[in-house]
């Protein structure tokens, strides 16, 4: 699910930001980690079928390359 925070993090934090029934959000807060696979799996339900396609083609590259040197870091 680390995909969708890359790609779609201003939908996934819309979506946190719903789950938590804050208008803000604290990355220091418990649920804010608790709930953010349940924040990337709405995400991924609300995708149109080609932008599911290009996720699944970025998660296979991912698999067979590794992470982009920038993800490594974090």
Request: glycine share 4%; proline share 1%.
């Amino acid at each position: 699910m680390n995909v969708i925070w890359e790609t779609q993090k201003e939908a996934a934090e819309e979506e946190l930001r719903e789950i938590l029934g804050v208008e803000e959000l604290d990355n220091t807060d418990l649920g804010y980690f608790q709930q953010r696979n349940a924040a990337a799996k709405r995400v991924l339900r609300k995708m149109s079928e080609q932008d599911r396609a290009q996720f699944k083609f970025t998660v296979e590259k991912r698999k067979s390359k590794g992470q982009p040197e920038a993800v490594k870091r974090e």
